[in-house]
């Protein structure tokens, strides 16, 4: 009744998510105010664990670098023909092609977009920490008068394994992740709960494993409470 007859479905829900972000994360922080007015959130003890979450997002579709950009370059070709051939064609007027297909096409475009843009980002990283480490270096050889034993570190597009790193073109924030059943294609989920099992502070990670993520989700704890005016 509420919906007027009409199903919603994934697309309709994910869109009113990412459209109402902001208010759905206030959404958890009026609801830990509401468990501290209750006396439930208590941190004298706290517990907290990580679990992997599959995205929606298939592990065959991890592509390397190198064959994201040559896929990207074949993309915007094939654009291109295609415009000529139906500018050829129609002229000025618009193609008969189904919106569907269009969408599907330009959506593909954007997710090996966003794959091909954090493989650079994470590249350029790399060179940026390369850079300053062989700085320091000069820097300490200068100092000493001597050059540093041990082989110079090399350029990261040089390490083994270099060209093997991938990225989801469906899902490109997501990784591969082992868990006690296998690999899953997704995310590390982190939790903190109190004693009366009342959740404090969550985050989602790529990051697989869980022993680095102690401190940021003491920090993310920290904020909740804060959020939720809780000082103990």
């Given at each position: 009744m509420i919906c007027a007859g009409l199903f919603p479905d994934h697309t309709t829900i994910a869109r009113f998510r990412a459209r109402h972000e902001d208010a759905l994360e206030s959404i958890f922080t009026a609801s830990l105010r509401l468990c501290a007015k209750a006396g439930m959130a208590t941190v004298g003890l706290v517990a907290l664990d990580g679990t992997k979450m599959a995205a929606n997002a298939s592990m065959s579709a991890n592509r390397t670098k190198e064959t994201i950009d040559h896929e990207v370059e074949e993309m915007f070709a094939d654009a291109k023909a295609t415009?000529?051939?139906e500018d050829a064609q129609f002229g000025d007027a618009r193609g008969d092609e189904p919106l569907a297909v269009l969408r599907g096409r330009a959506d593909r475009k954007r997710?090996?977009?966003?794959?091909?843009?954090?493989?650079?980002?994470?590249?350029?990283?790399?060179?940026?920490?390369?850079?300053?480490?062989?700085?320091?270096?000069?820097?300490?050889?200068?100092?000493?008068?001597t050059k540093l034993r041990g082989r110079k570190p090399k350029a990261p597009e040089e390490k083994?394994?270099?060209?093997?790193?991938?990225?989801?073109?469906?899902?490109?924030?997501?990784?591969?992740?082992?868990?006690?059943?296998g690999f899953l294609q997704g995310y590390n989920a982190q939790a903190v709960a109190n004693e009366a099992q009342v959740i404090l502070a969550s985050s989602l990670t790529d990051c697989q494993n869980d022993m680095g993520q102690l401190h940021p989700i003491i920090e993310v704890t920290k904020t909740s409470l804060a959020e939720a005016g809780l000082d103990e």
């Open positions: 415009d000529e051939a997710r090996f977009k966003a794959a091909k843009e954090l493989l650079d980002k994470e590249l350029a990283s790399e060179r940026e920490a390369h850079e300053a480490h062989l700085a320091e270096r000069q820097a300490e050889e200068e100092r000493r008068g083994a394994g270099a060209n093997e790193k991938k990225v989801n073109t469906t899902d490109p924030e997501s990784k591969v992740m082992s868990t006690a059943k």
